[in-house]
């Protein structure tokens, strides 16, 4: 293990007041453990990502986060509210989005359609203008407003999955593996999107196998492996780490 | 109805003698019908005078104009027609369909009168067109078309069209109704499934679905009028009204139903049961000898009170039971079905409070009475009589225009969104922030309601409330409405109920065979057209989605749809 950035012996991040706080987290599949105490935080206006191998247990955090399973222990805090047994649909109305891992588009509804379902917690009058918003994000949307998103390639389902996401006016936008599947042009693409958004004031909390992409967007980043965080620094701390070099990023 | 193409070599060495074959075939079709098809004058409306064509040989002539008609659109004073609508698909359709239809007739003559000696020169002549005219279309070459999307729109042509439409309809479903002799019966439908088949190649439905895009309002106001004129053609019989208020009642159902199953993706087993609640609430609430309930308000709150006890019994069975999903919901459904007629039947004093008089229901209910109207007795309007079942006709109509609205309305609101999207991927939804659970009593309670509605006026219009009418059997037909129709429209659901009620009833002689032949047909259905008779795009989509061509077909139709919304 690396001197620099081994948990024990680093000084937390200095990072902006804490947006979501996640302690101690332990989630179940019946008898086995997916996430066994893990605990994080998120800052305003931050991108923290989450890395990790398959199994690590980074999706079932996220899906923990909006709701869509329940922790065995631990708690969750967002802007100050515990949300760990809040239901999923009211998670989206405090302002947490998830855009899920495979992305989950409807693929027999319209783009416009899928768009406007991002919006559904939503009342106000402005949902118009959001979508003006989503496609000037994603130019290619508005092309294909009226086409059925299962018709799409990946990289676009991509972006209708993010747009779809910003539709419910989020705080904080949780990306699952948004450059799964994609090429490296689209995947470029996708991070370029993901700085805008950063730019604009959403605070974000990405997950990635991609791990070199992940961290350079990242303001601080944490290593997971099988339900624990083993490693944790700024993003560029972690990308000259020797640990994660040799584990994550392929080299020697 | 589809033979092997011809090779293309053969078609375009003898392409000009498809045309004249096919022309010629038509006249003769045309023509036959004026001379005598058969010696017997007792059999099948009297098809023996010529100059007086009747039942078969009408049928054979309106096959026939349709015929000359294609034939003129794809060459001679109406080619220009032929630029739009593929007239040799549509010859070559009506070619093997008309063939089918005189095979028939002949089949039909020689079962009546006993043997193909009776036939006379006329139905020969028939045969010899309808060969004729397949053999002529199969030498017909396609030609180049242009797409409907471009049409320019004359819409006072096209409103003209949606009227005439509706009142073939009228004519027809007057026509086929009074028909006793189940052979006339079935010729008629042969002829207008040929008919429709041949339009429907040419796609003359194309455009007539893009017709009715743009003049939505004046087809569903024309539909209700021939709905609310239907009555007028019946002469006060009241045979025919009967089966039509039948038909109506479990077209409302079906539309109720159409909410749970098509839009919200939920299969309910016993959907009967919320019809029987609302139809004994009506029975308790109706003054009848038996009514084991002495209080009797205004229908109208009768309704609502039938109504909401539908939706109560929605909200308790499915709030513990829609956590599940798929099968299981189906299976707990079904039970609940079972559940309400048993309980129905046991409610007699004996285990438990009085309530329907068990096995022999609440019969004797007298006839609704609004606003000094008597539903019980003939009325005459402009000269004709409309008798008792007309009364409970009109009301019916007006129910099920109100269900169609909540059904349309429903549809295309964010509700109906959501609906969709559960039914699509009920874990991303929930990501999205819809309340799935919720999302799905309401769809539950609202179908209810709806059943219940109709149920307070199916009392009346029985008389009588029984447990046996809502056995499991009665959802199971309900559900394959939806199903033969297509999931999540409104017309393909009337279209359903409407087949599945009046079949039955005008072919008395197949009665025994009648659950047979429904499998047979819902079998055939799901093999060739999974997506029912009229389908919603999205519903297509889901069952062929390799179809790109199909995919931009919907692209299309969603551009025609946006279109006035970016003018405004």
């Known amino acids: 293990m690396s001197h620099a950035v081994h948990e024990s012996d680093l000084t937390r991040p200095a990072s902006a007041p804490a947006m979501l706080e996640v302690k101690d987290l332990e989630v179940s599949y019946g008898k086995i453990k997916a996430v066994k105490g893990i605990s994080f935080t998120v800052g305003q206006g931050e991108v923290v990502s989450l890395i990790g191998t398959n199994g690590a247990g980074k999706t079932t955090t996220l899906r923990t986060i909006s709701g869509l399973l329940r922790p065995s222990a631990g708690s969750i805090t967002f802007q100050g509210k515990r949300i760990d047994d809040v239901p999923a649909h009211e998670i989206v109305v405090l302002g947490i989005a998830h855009c899920p891992e495979g992305r989950r588009i409807f693929p027999q509804m319209t783009v416009e359609e899928n768009l406007l379902l991002g919006a559904f917690t939503r009342e106000d009058g402005e949902i118009g203008k959001d979508l003006q918003e989503a496609y000037e994000l994603f130019p290619i949307l508005q092309e294909r407003s009226k086409q059925p998103a299962g018709t799409f390639s990946g990289g676009e389902q991509q972006m209708l999955a993010m747009g779809r996401a910003m539709m419910s006016r989020p705080k904080l936008l949780m990306l699952d593996e948004p450059s799964m599947g994609l090429s490296p042009l689209m995947m470029k693409r996708i991070m370029t999107t993901v700085r805008t958004l950063q730019d604009r004031g959403t605070t974000i909390l990405l997950v990635e196998q991609n791990a070199q992409a992940a961290l350079r967007l990242a303001n601080k980043g944490y290593v997971l492996e099988v339900g624990k965080v083993v490693l944790q620094g700024t993003g560029r701390e972690l990308l000259t780490s020797d640990d994660v070099r040799k584990a994550y990023l392929g080299e020697d | ?568």
């Open chain 2, 1 to 568: 109805m589809n033979l092997p193409t011809l090779p293309d070599t053969l078609r375009e060495q003898h392409s000009g003698k498809g045309w004249p074959l096919a022309l010629v075939g038509s006249l003769l079709l045309l023509v036959s019908g004026l001379l005598s098809w058969s010696f017997d004058p007792s059999i099948l409306g009297d098809i023996s005078i010529a100059f007086w064509p009747a039942s078969l040989q009408l049928f054979a002539m309106i096959l026939g104009a349709v015929g000359v008609l294609l034939a003129l659109m794809h060459r001679g004073p109406l080619h220009r027609l032929g630029d739009w609508f593929d007239t040799a698909l549509g010859l070559r359709a009506l070619g093997t369909g008309s063939l089918l239809f005189v095979v028939f007739s002949l089949v039909a003559i020689a079962s009546e009168a006993g043997g193909l000696v009776n036939v006379n020169p006329g139905g020969w002549l028939a045969l010899a067109g309808a060969l004729l005219l397949t053999v002529g279309a199969r030498f017909v070459p396609q030609r180049q078309l242009n797409s409907f999307a471009k049409a320019k729109a004359n819409p006072v042509l096209e409103i003209v069209v949606i009227v005439l439409g509706m009142a073939a309809i009228l004519f027809g479903a007057a026509y086929v109704l009074g028909r006793d002799d189940p052979w006339i019966f079935v010729g008629f439908l042969v002829m207008a499934a040929v008919a429709f088949m041949a339009l429907a190649r040419a796609g003359f439905f194309t455009w007539m679905s893009h017709v009715a895009q743009r003049h939505r309002h004046v087809l569903t106001l024309a539909a209700f009028v021939v709905a609310f004129l239907f009555p007028f053609t019946q002469d006060g019989s009241d045979a025919n009204m009967s089966i039509a208020t039948q038909v109506l009642i479990f077209a409302a159902t079906a539309i109720g139903l159409n909410i749970v199953v098509g839009l919200a993706g939920l299969l309910d087993l016993g959907y009967i049961a919320f019809l029987g609640s609302g139809a004994y609430v009506g029975a308790m609430m109706s003054n009848a000898a038996s009514a084991t309930i002495g209080w009797k308000p205004p229908f109208i709150v009768v309704m609502l009170i039938g109504a909401c006890v539908a939706a109560t019994l929605g909200l308790i069975i499915g709030s513990p039971t829609l956590r599940v999903s798929g099968d299981y919901l189906a299976i707990v459904t079904l039970a609940f079905g079972e559940i309400f007629r048993l309980s129905m039947f046991n409610l007699d004093g004996n285990n438990g409070p009085d309530l329907t008089n068990g096995p022999n229901g609440i019969p004797g209910i007298p006839d609704l009475n609004l606003f000094g109207f008597d539903f019980g007795k003939p009325h005459t309007v402009f000269g004709i009589q409309l008798g008792r079942f007309s009364n409970y006709y009109f009301i019916l109509l007006l129910l099920i225009g109100f269900i169609i609205l909540v059904f349309t309305r429903l549809n295309n609101s964010r509700i109906g969104r959501g609906w969709v999207a559960i039914r699509e991927d009920e874990r991303a939804a929930e990501a999205m922030g819809v309340n799935t659970f919720g999302l799905k009593l309401l769809g539950f309670a609202v179908g209810a309601f709806l059943a219940g509605l109709a149920g307070t006026i199916k009392a009346h219009q029985d008389t009588a409330a029984s447990p046996d009418q809502y056995i499991f059997l009665e959802s199971a037909f309900l559900l394959a409405a939806v199903v033969l129709g297509g999931m999540g429209t409104v017309a393909g659901v009337l279209i359903g109920a409407t087949i599945l009620k009046l079949l039955p009833e005008k072919l008395r002689f197949f009665s025994e065979y009648r659950l047979l032949l429904f499998g047979l047909l819902l079998v055939i259905m799901m093999r060739v057209r999974p997506e029912g008779l009229i389908a919603s795009k999205r519903r297509q989509l889901e069952f062929h989605e390799d179809d790109e061509e199909l995919a931009q077909e919907v692209q299309a139709d969603h551009l025609i749809d946006a279109a006035p919304e970016a003018a405004r």
